[in-house]
């Protein structure tokens, strides 16, 4: 036994890879069973990381993603060879648009065979490369933990997103030493600076403009920014616009919270502060008339993804420039100048506000869709997480719920992927089991992940579903009838009895009919600590007020 201790202990690929999870601090792993990912299991079974097992791999994919977005720290999900992958693309590709840090680990086919035809041979990489900030296999004992790590560091480092790994089965029967833990260094986070002369200048427009607004976006949560942003927003006396995961990093009553006055704030600006958030069709792209010609646009943000406008970027660590901006960027002009250009956003901000106060109070049956929001948010819990998943309902809830802190809203993002709900709010409970978790869906979401709620009751996560049931595919058909005149394929069957889907996989069910019924079902919901479905029969006829989001 002399000189034992100085033996390498030997694992196998699975426990390595359990290894890495946990020393990068990463989500419990979401999943679907499958042969190609056996060896996974053992080794983080050994190794003490929690397995959740879902009912279709877009959920685990998406669950990863909410994981994801409710900590900013790594997701977890683990996809069979072939079709295991293939189910999650969507979620990968939702988590490459919404910069969201997840570890997609796929199972593979034995290299041994590799292009002779295995059971569900498939080639990953070069689907998920256009949509993954790394893809690679591994194809050693020894790469998996180090490959591992590699991949979490390109998660989370710089613009963060999802990287692919994918660990052929015979490699899972193979076994290498345990890497000394450290060797290893912390997974960086760290961004460089942004260039100090360009945040002088950026802090002199900001001074020197008569008319300035931010829009802030979800960057500034993956920086962990928040304070700083407010802190900017207050000191420079700067209106501002929230989308994406910055939602609720100012609150509805803040004087300077501007998110229901975009065509003051924006409209009118004479300088826009763009801080970390893409000019996507969300922000019209920032062209007119969203964005004024004239008006200045510069930048904050970790590189220049979607900036089509020219201006100043201040590109690096986001954190460390809204601080020094927040510093250096006290208004120049007259206090009363500057003053009055709040004013005038908070009005109109107030004059919104009131009309959606009048939207929510709506009465009748079947029930409108902003009254049925309305009543969520009264409901629920200053630090409940809603989701968000599904059409018209949904856009009614972002205009009419507004969040105390950033963190509490999640939604599809900007790829829309419908069906991502019931994933997001498994992670989100999971992740506070002590806080209220509500869905809103629409009829339509709701069916592209339903069994889930299996995997809530099995999981005893008492999630709360609350949904828009108006029996159409209301998002396609109102536009549908609107710019061509008619309307296919764009119908369910109405009042279809989701409650009653929901106490057959033995949940908790609620039909509900009244605008007045809704409170006391949200009410027997909760109090019911089983997995939950407030089926709330919607008016077809409403249609949320928009402009073609297709060109
Ligand atoms: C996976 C997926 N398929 C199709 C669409 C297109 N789509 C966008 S909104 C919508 C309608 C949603 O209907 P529902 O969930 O019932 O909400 P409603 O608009 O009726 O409130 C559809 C089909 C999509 N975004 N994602
Ligand atoms: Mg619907």
């Excluded at 990489?125 to 893809?135: D, G, K, N």
């Excluded at 976006?217 to 989308?243: I, K, Q, Y």
């Amino acid at each position: 036994m002399l000189g034992a201790e100085l033996v390498a202990e030997v694992a196998p690929t699975g426990e390595l890879l359990a290894l890495a999870l946990r020393r990068v601090e990463a989500g419990p792993i979401f999943t679907l069973n499958g042969g190609h990912l056996w060896g996974l299991y053992l080794g983080a079974q050994r190794r003490g990381v929690a397995m959740v097992d879902v009912r279709h791999e877009q959920t685990a994919g998406f669950a990863a993603e909410g994981w994801a977005r409710i900590t900013r720290r790594c997701g977890v999900a683990a996809l069979t060879a072939g079709p295991g992958v293939t189910n999650a693309i969507s979620a990968i590709v939702t988590a490459y648009q919404n910069d969201s840090p997840v570890l997609f680990l796929g199972g593979r086919t034995p290299s041994s065979r590799w292009g002779m035809g295995s059971l569900q041979e498939l080639d990953h990489l070069p689907l998920v490369s256009s949509v993954t900030r790394s893809a690679r296999t591994i194809s050693s004992a020894a790469e998996a933990y180090p490959a591992l790590l590699e991949a979490a560091r390109t998660a989370l480092g710089g613009r963060t997103g999802p990287a692919f790994v994918d660990v052929p089965v015979d490699v899972f029967l193979a076994g290498a030493e345990i890497p000394d833990e450290g060797a290893v260094g912390r997974v960086p986070t760290g961004l460089p600076e942004a260039d100090p002369d360009q945040v002088r200048l950026v802090a002199r427009m900001l001074r020197q403009a008569r008319r300035p607004a931010i829009v802030a976006g979800s960057t500034v949560w993956w920086a962990h920014a928040e304070e700083e942003l407010v802190r900017l927003a207050e000191a420079a006396a700067v209106p501002v616009v929230l989308n994406g995961m910055a939602r609720g990093m100012l609150p509805p009553f803040h004087p300077l919270f501007a998110s229901r006055a975009r065509e003051v704030a924006l409209g009118q600006a004479d300088l826009i502060l763009v801080v970390g958030a893409p000019l996507d069709f969300r922000l019209n792209f920032g062209q007119p008339p969203l964005f004024p010609k004239e008006a200045a646009v510069a930048y904050v943000d970790v590189d220049g993804f979607r900036k089509p406008r020219p201006g100043p970027a201040l590109l690096g660590d986001v954190r460390t420039t809204l601080a020094r901006l927040a510093e250096a960027a006290v208004p120049a002009q007259s206090r009363s100048e500057r003053e009055a250009w709040v004013e005038r956003v908070a009005d109109r901000a107030a004059a919104a506000r009131a009309a959606d106060a009048e939207l929510a109070a709506a009465g009748g049956s079947p029930v409108h869709p902003a009254r049925l929001v309305a009543e969520v948010e009264r409901f629920v819990d200053p630090d409940a997480i809603l989701v968000g998943d599904g059409g018209d309902v949904v856009s009614f809830a972002g205009r009419l719920i507004h969040r105390r802190r950033p963190g509490l809203w999640i939604d599809g993002g900007a790829f829309g992927c419908l069906g991502s709900g019931l994933g997001y709010a498994l992670a989100a409970k999971l992740a506070h089991p002590q806080r209220q978790v509500v869905v809103i869906a629409g009829d339509g979401a709701f069916g592209f992940s339903a069994m889930e709620f299996d995997t809530l009751v099995r999981h005893r996560l008492p999630v709360v579903c609350v949904i828009g049931n108006n029996g159409i595919w209301g998002l396609e058909k109102h536009p549908m009838q609107r710019l061509l005149g008619v309307s296919l394929l764009t119908d369910l069957a109405p009042g279809t009895r989701y409650d009653r889907v929901v106490e057959g996989l033995g949940g908790h069910g609620e039909l509900v009919e009244h605008p007045e019924g809704i409170a006391p079902a949200l009410d027997r919901a909760f109090r019911s600590g089983a997995p939950a479905c407030v089926n709330v029969l919607c008016d077809p006829r409403i249609e949320y007020p928009r402009s073609s989001p297709l060109l």
